[in-house]
């Protein structure tokens, strides 16, 4: 995880820089925008930016858009008047963060912007040989296509790769295709010179560049468009690569990594993706299994999180008990483990007792526990949509309008959550305002 802090780093803002050391999380500093833009261009590789309200959040967003830099912003700062966070995230923010710094909010900041965590378990039969074989081809050259469902763990799979291979010491730059608007997704990958564009005011380094001598790491490539796919593979063949707006081919020593949670033979018939470029990509391949086909897995992937969001969150460890673990294995997790780490974050902060208990363990798929909220009849002669809405919003009122505590503890992502939030708004409901955090 690397984060750029954009503002001085003496007082509360130093503190936040610390707390976010301590979860591992390595740092850079800018003393304005226009120094921060200086690195982002050079080729800085950063999964966050934190700037301080004493700086232009609106300037910053406007020029990253501008430059087609896609990073995230979080705007942060000293206030208690929430319609300043308000305007931050009017701004363009994607969220505030109140100063002084908390450390469960930076923490779950930041496991939010990271997307996931990078530590790989395994005791099952079928996850042992997938790593296997990936650790047999780790040590090649060969571009490897990482294929598997959403949630299983295909990009921690790809750490693992570039970790093992003779490139462990270069750099490892991953790209997440859907993540990064259509417009935005070639100028990431390939930089631009100066004047490429309208907003172009210096030259950018791009992924590629970026990731020179190391793994690049193209996540859910499927998502990519085909006239950027062509692109793309000539990268590949010749070992080079065009700026926007260049004049000259720029040489690139780059492994490359794909993952997909599509088929790409469908999406070959489709038209969708490229047969040439498959080839190119699917010089080994790896299927990452589900996690209900490795059962093996679930408990001790389970007190990996348990351990992990005990010490985030600050509170004392618990393990997991039998009926803890009995109702885990009877998941179906359809979301794989990105479902099981959600689940097991929400029971480190619903349990109370010695030990994380059944009624702490909520899943989908899985036999209902008993809650102390809603009752049977609660549900009687209701919607699902209906129960879904009262339980956010709920959920919501309980964090003081944290969305991002509120998305962590319903398990589903920021972005769903601020979805729904709009909906509720249009339909005229109460939606309790971000007084002490995250804005919609």
Not at 57 to 63: D, K, N, Y
Not at 109 to 137: C, F, N, W
Not at 386 to 396: A, G, K, S, Y
């Amino acid at each position: 995880m690397r984060v750029l802090i954009i503002g001085s780093l003496n007082a509360e803002l130093g503190q936040a820089a610390q707390i976010a050391i301590a979860h591992g999380t390595k740092i850079a500093q800018a003393d304005n925008i226009t120094a921060a833009l200086t690195q982002l261009r050079n080729g800085s590789d950063l999964d966050l930016i934190l700037c301080d309200l004493a700086h232009s959040i609106r300037h910053l967003v406007q020029s990253l858009e501008a430059e087609r830099i896609s990073i995230p912003v979080v705007a942060c700062g000293v206030t208690q008047d929430a319609d300043l966070a308000a305007q931050a995230i009017r701004d363009g923010a994607r969220e505030f963060l109140p100063l002084p710094p908390d450390p469960t909010l930076i923490a779950a900041i930041l496991e939010a912007a990271a997307g996931q965590s990078h530590s790989m378990i395994a005791r099952d039969p079928i996850m042992l040989a997938t790593i296997k074989r990936a650790e047999q081809v780790a040590g090649s050259e060969a571009s490897i296509l990482i294929a598997g469902n959403s949630g299983t763990g295909k990009e921690i799979i790809a750490h693992h790769i570039h970790r093992r291979s003779r490139r462990a010491e270069g750099p490892f730059i991953a790209l997440n295709c859907a993540a990064i608007p259509e417009n935005l997704l070639e100028s990431e990958l390939f930089g631009h010179e100066k004047g490429a564009f309208s907003g172009a005011v210096a030259r950018r380094v791009g992924k590629f560049e970026a990731a020179q001598n190391g793994t690049l790491l193209l996540d859910e490539i499927s998502e990519m468009d085909v006239r950027l796919q062509a692109k793309l593979l000539r990268a590949i063949q010749e070992r080079e690569i065009d700026r926007l707006g260049g004049t000259a081919p720029v040489r690139v020593n780059v492994r490359l990594l794909a993952t997909t949670n599509r088929d790409l033979a469908t999406e070959i018939k489709a038209g969708r993706f490229r047969e040439d470029l498959y080839f190119r990509l699917n010089v080994v391949s790896l299927r990452i299994p589900d996690l209900a086909d490795r059962p093996l897995d679930i408990v001790p992937i389970a007190e990996h999180f348990a351990r992990h969001y005990a010490e985030i969150n600050g509170v004392p460890f618990r393990p997991l008990s039998l009926a803890a673990q009995q109702r885990l294995l009877a998941g179906a997790w359809r979301g794989n483990v990105r479902e099981l780490e959600n689940t097991i974050h929400r029971a480190v902060l619903l349990a109370s007792g010695p030990e994380i208990d059944g009624d702490a363990v909520e899943i989908s798929g899985a036999a209902p526990a008993a809650t102390p909220t809603f009752s049977a009849q609660t549900f009687v002669r209701r919607t699902m949509d209906e129960v879904e809405r009262d339980q956010i919003l709920q959920t919501l009122g309980h964090t003081f309008g944290n969305r991002t505590h509120a998305a962590t503890i319903l398990g589903i992502s920021i972005r769903a959550l601020r979805n729904k939030l709009r909906d509720y708004t249009q339909q005229g409901l109460d939606v309790p305002p971000p007084q002490a955090g995250i804005a919609a």
